[in-house]
């Protein structure tokens, strides 16, 4: 396997994602998913009565603004989301799906639901794989937020999303992993999901952890309301 | 074989799709395939009564929300399809269908018959193995329906299409049709039709079966409709 | 030679159709040759009162509705084709003759004449030979039909064609030919004409023959009208 | 000479009509002319009572309707022409020279002069051997008419072209010289010319030659009009 | 480390923006960056009482007048900038903040937030490490001004940026910073933070220190207008 | 130098004129100068009352109409040109000039002067030797006329323009050259300069000399007219 | 670093100016101001009472009208301009600043200040080093003019600009600069500037200096008034 990627390197099959290798993969788009790997982590859990995401801002220069640091960006009024990988490209997402959104409450008078504007943004992803002049997006987003129940997707490089009751993203993906294994259940309230993805998040860390560099949100059912985790909360979880 | 194989890469004759290799082939097209052959399964059957398809979700991951995953895509109120290879390519390709199935609704005041659809969206694969600037797409698309009678085609990456009375693609190709070879019949009435569907792919996964794994989807030819096949159904038939 | 044609492929010649190669060739345009020489088996006859055309569906797979695989197209009222290659190449060119001739009659008030749709989808070939960014057309297209008289052309994927009285295109051209060569008349009345074909695709599928991968039609003389050889006529004829 | 040949095709100076060879070449312009040499053979002669041009059609499967074969072209009623290389490549200039000669008449209500118009034929052709994304068009043509006096022309790939009182091209070029050279005077009434013609023709193919290959046209001073050499007229010239 | 990075080279990874590398990394802006290491020191303060820039003006020839470079560039009336890399295309992106800060002015008669500035400077920076045939931006530029309260930002030419409360940026990066980390904090007065850029710069100038090299300015949060410091005021710092 | 030259022709440093070589040269520049030096010879020459430009026509086919051989070109009613290098890119380039003065005439009622002509020419030729996708000019023009004084310009495939008392320019440049340095003065009567270039042609072509070949025009500063100069005029040179 | 430069080159990171090489440097650019230190010499003083700019114009040809080669461009009545490298960019470059002059003047109702027409130019001169496509312009720029004081200004290759004293381009830059070094004063009344520049021009050029090699041009404070060094005066300076 490790000598067949790198013949395929030899022969230059990675070099645009125009191409597909002789194996029939896309290989700009799994070296794109690799830059989401070494990304900063990211989680989100799907609760009994609404849905939290969690973000490790990974500030590692105390002169930066801590707050000032955006890792959850407010999609909506009733989305959120989260990106890993080049921060800038999951911006100019994220920005792009705010507009989407709006334009959509706009000429429809009613909120999109969450689905479809995540549909959206993974057809220009995939445009990424298959046009040539640009490289694929090199960012996995989380979007998070409550149309008729709580909703939780994730969308990779290429293009593909799927929903989740839980997941992690970035370079702790693993070890966020092992716990949401074992303390996840679909029955937690938002708060004990909150504990939750900070406990996950406080052990992944581990010595880097701090308060300031964690970044959250949540939407709850009963309102749809997206609501920033202020630090003063996020303090009391610990 | 190999070895000429081998010198065609070599020479880099499979880099575009825009470049025919000394024997006459499109290699990246051929690339192309191969990532299909990578993709879920998935299997349709004409029946006396109606058309079937059922698909393999693949889902590997308990955190997926099984019942968001959607392998079998309605495209018109007559037409289902499903697509194995590279989703995001397959869901552009659906979304297109989608359109072009509604636009000639509205120009035309009546249905439009499943074999045009076919193939407006094999004109635009034939386009991405022609023109360079852009890849292949790297799906295969069942679409199945009833316009005068029950209808079953596949497309490939290459922009050809067929209609079967029953075919299957994706990584378990090989050994669903196996068993429509020994049981499929033109007779069968569709109930049949669909128990045989999911014995061949609860045989195909083996281990890997599992209930919420499978879509699948039917249009009778008496109302032709398209009706997805419910988990609660589904189970009944294993 | 055949070091002259290692030596060039090796200089990358033939690479690009926007090339020459020392020798004056387009060798990309020959490799698409090769494509056609591949191809399902074709032939056509000029007949003392009208002309056919008769081609090998090739169809492999017993669950392939073979009266649904055209291999012979109506272009206009008085014209058909049958292309051998790669079918979604030849899809495209012959939906654009469709398009060319209607316009044609709805702009003169008259039926197209054979010779100048062939012109304009040859001009349309020459393009894909002469820039860059595309590959050439990898199909030979089998144009026949009547206007003063009756008439048979051939296009390569150059853009060059001719004018035959009887003409076989495909895998089989060289056995085709050699009964052509053997039994052709012009003096054929249609009826033989049809037979004649009929009896060298027999023996040049050989094993494979079978009359549902037969697909024919032709046009009289007197009425210049495409007629669909049915199955049933096929048959009387072996 | 041969090895800095070899040498620029090494280095790839020939690979592209927007280089020149360190000395000053342009290297596919040069091949494009080896693909005229290989053309079929035409010749052209200025005669005192007008002009005549004389081609080879090289017909070389007996099933091609050798009077279909056009290889003399009318390019307006004063005009005439044959090219000799890439056969789709001459059609389609020669299409443009009819299209700017009709223009020319409706603007100006007089007949173009042969000058212009070559002119404009040949700026296409200079075009394509300085722009990149395309090649240069593989032929000669030569226009043969009658203005204020017999005109004779030849136009090369590269867009230079002269005027002759005689002239050959494509591969009988050396062959049908020496004759003209010996034989062609100035002072030939045009039957003269038109024997002359056929008798180089004819030594040129030896073998080969029949009367069905021949495809030939004058146009006489007195009425500028261009008339196609029937197959009849020819028989009686051998 | 060093070996892969070799090996990525020779392989053509950093060859274009438009490429990751296998290990997922955009090879050609981290090149940018090392543009920006290289370019000459500037950095920025926030106080108690608002915020301050200084930069060198790596003036290195007498006869260049000193007054005339401009390192610290007015943006709008409530903000500066200034930039590390290559001047032409610092200049270029201020040019740009100029003009979407005014024109926000006149669309929505209010100052325009910093944030959304620096953003919108950061989705061009953006553009240029994902689209082909272009390179990304050799610049870091620093934002400071006074909205709500005093801000201070920098875009690296990835187009991802920072809010700090104190940066230094260029070749004298590393040193500038020792600095800060031991003397700045957030409760210095304007007056006092402006000595202690001045400090720092000239610790890290050392010998080439020149009171003509220094461009500086800053904005009061009182009344939010950006002010240069004049050669007078510098001198009595030192 | 050779070495150098070499080395860079290796590093593939002259492959397109948007590049520049490591020692700050255009290459391809420079080759399409070398292909003026291959060009057939011409020269021009200010006389006390006119200026006169001579070219040889280099007919080397007894065949060719030698009258209908233009390589002195009048471009406006007072000024002249004449090329050496590809014909067609000087064909281009000068019909060109021909619309610039036209245009200049009906828009300013007045006569161009020919320095501004050139200088639009020259502007024409720079834009090929820094954009891609296109070569350079081929091609060196004289340029000959009288609008205030008698004047003479090259403009070279740089784009780069030169006006002189007297010139020469393709193969026989050399040794046209020693023939002005030793006999050329400023005083010269046209009559006198016209028997100088004369006497110059005929010894650089030496045997290869014929009246026939040699085509020459003047304008008298008087009139301002350009003339060309007939046989009968030429041979009384000789 | 000769070494580093030489990898850098087979490395492929000197191709086009849209690449950084690893050390982030834009070689394309680098190799571009080669061009100017080969270019001619020129050289440019403020003075107490003005500015002044000398230029060599080399002309090494004894038939080139010395009078005609304009080393020195008028931009507007203010400004004066000369140019060092590829004089054709140059002349483009230059005609662009005379086009903006007038239109600012046009538009404004008032001149042009000579740094904002320069930063125009520098923006101009940016882009060819950011896109693909085409060659960064090979040419440096001094522009020379009075505003509100006297100003001198050179543009490099890259579009940066300093305002200086006194500066020197071309060839001869060290050998000027060492002069003006030891002998400029910004006190010099403009008419011992213009002997000081004809002075430093004339050690520059050594044997090769002769009066009608020198271009010159000068702006009064007093009247602001671009005026052209006669011959007559430039010789008593000697």
Do not use: W
Request: charged share 30%; hydrophobic share 40%.
């Amino acid at each position: 396997m490790q000598q067949q990627e790198s013949a395929h390197q030899m022969m230059g099959y990675d070099r645009t994602s125009t191409m597909f290798s002789p194996d029939g993969r896309l290989l700009q788009v799994e070296y794109a998913k690799k830059t989401v790997k070494q990304g900063s982590s990211a989680l989100g859990l799907v609760c009994k009565d609404g849905v939290v995401i969690l973000a490790d801002k990974r500030i590692i220069d105390k002169f930066i603004v801590a707050k000032s640091v955006e890792k959850i960006f407010q999609v909506d009024e009733h989305i959120g989301a989260t990106a890993s990988g080049i921060l800038s490209d999951g911006r100019i997402l994220i920005e792009k799906a705010q507009v989407i959104s709006q334009q959509h409450k706009v000429t429809y008078d009613e909120s999109m639901d969450i689905r479809s504007l995540v549909k959206e943004i993974c057809n220009v992803k995939q445009a990424y794989t298959q046009y040539g002049g640009a490289r694929p997006f090199g960012v996995s987003i989380i979007f998070a937020g409550v149309d008729d129940r709580p909703r939780l997707f994730v969308t990779d490089p290429t293009g593909i999303f799927f929903e989740y009751k839980a997941v992690a993203i970035g370079e702790g993906e693993t070890e966020l992993r092992s716990i949401l294994d074992k303390e996840y259940k679909e029955t937690l309230k938002l708060e004990d999901g909150i504990k939750l993805a900070m406990k996950a998040l406080k052990k992944a860390l581990g010595k880097e952890f701090d308060i300031d560099r964690i970044d959250g949100a949540y939407v709850r059912t009963s309102d749809k309301k997206f609501v920033r985790l202020e630090k003063e909360n996020l303090k009391k979880l610990i």
